[in-house]
T-cell receptor, first 111, second 115 residues
Framework: DAKTTQPPSMDCAEGRAANLPCNHS???????VYWYRQIHSQGPQYIIH???NNETNEMASLIITEDRKSSTLILPHATLRDTAVYYC????????????FGDGTTLTVKP | NAGVMQNPRHLVRRRGQEARLRCSPM?????VYWYRQLPEEGLKFMVY????????ESGMPKERFSAEFPKEGPSILRIQQVVRGDSAAYFC?????????????FGNGTRLTVT
């Protein structure tokens, strides 16, 4: 699986959009980009995934650049409950669980 | 529709005892994955199972650790003769397919403390 690079931490004001970047410059053509988050002491929560088109669901939007070497997770109106560690991973192989969860980005939403 | 259920949530064992962690996947999911998370660290893959089969155990220590996912009942992660270094949060995830277009659904983990 391709390696991903994320900033270690970010802050965001409550009510504002949170934009979390992820670099995956070695991504292959059939690798999906996945985002999960882990709120303190809980299990990781799936947020969204995509291959090459931008995606949106009730939680977030995922913007993937045309060359697919980077992506941005957008939380449109961050709340205090969105404070968590956000993981960006890419996956191609079978054994979905073997994808590497790196250190992620710790997002702190401030009032 | 219940999510992935793990129990117990907290488990305390003395050094040398056995720890048994259980995971019931979401309904309709036949693929189960176990992870370990040490304090202040990321998730590390341990083992991937389908019903009655271990598919990939490359992340699981060769000694003292074993996993199963029987035809009936939950998946079990077993740690024999626990040591202090086994203290961690153990998470289970499930998916309906082993496909790169199929997200994982996680339980809330079992926190093992070895005294």
């Amino acid at each position: 699986d391709a390696k991903t690079t994320q900033p270690p931490s970010m802050d965001c004001a409550e009510g504002r959009a949170a934009n979390l970047p992820c670099n995956h410059s070695t991504i292959s053509g059939n690798e999906y980009v996945y985002w999960y988050r882990q709120i303190h002491s809980q299990g990781p929560q799936y947020i969204i995934h995509g291959l090459k088109n931008n995606e949106t669901n009730e939680m977030a939007s995922l913007i993937i650049t045309e060359d697919r070497k980077s992506s941005t997770l957008i939380l449109p109106h961050a709340t205090l409950r969105d404070t968590a560690v956000y993981y960006c991973i890419v996956r191609v192989n079978t054994n979905a669980g073997k994808s590497t969860f790196g250190d992620g980005t710790t997002l702190t939403v401030k009032p | 529709n219940a999510g992935v259920m793990q129990n117990p949530r907290h488990l305390v064992r003395r050094r040398g005892q056995e720890a048994r962690l259980r995971c019931s996947p979401m309904k309709g999911h036949s693929h189960v994955y176990w992870y370990r998370q040490l304090p202040e660290e990321g998730l590390k893959f341990m083992v991937y199972l389908q019903k009655e089969n271990i598919i990939d155990e490359s992340g699981m220590p060769k000694e003292r650790f074993s996993a199963e996912f029987p035809k009936e009942g939950p998946s079990i992660l077993r740690i024999q003769q626990v040591v202090r270094g086994d203290s961690a949060a153990y998470f289970c995830a499930s998916s309906p397919l082993d496909s790169f277009n199929s997200p994982l659904h996680f339980g809330n983990g079992t926190r093992l403390t070895v005294t």
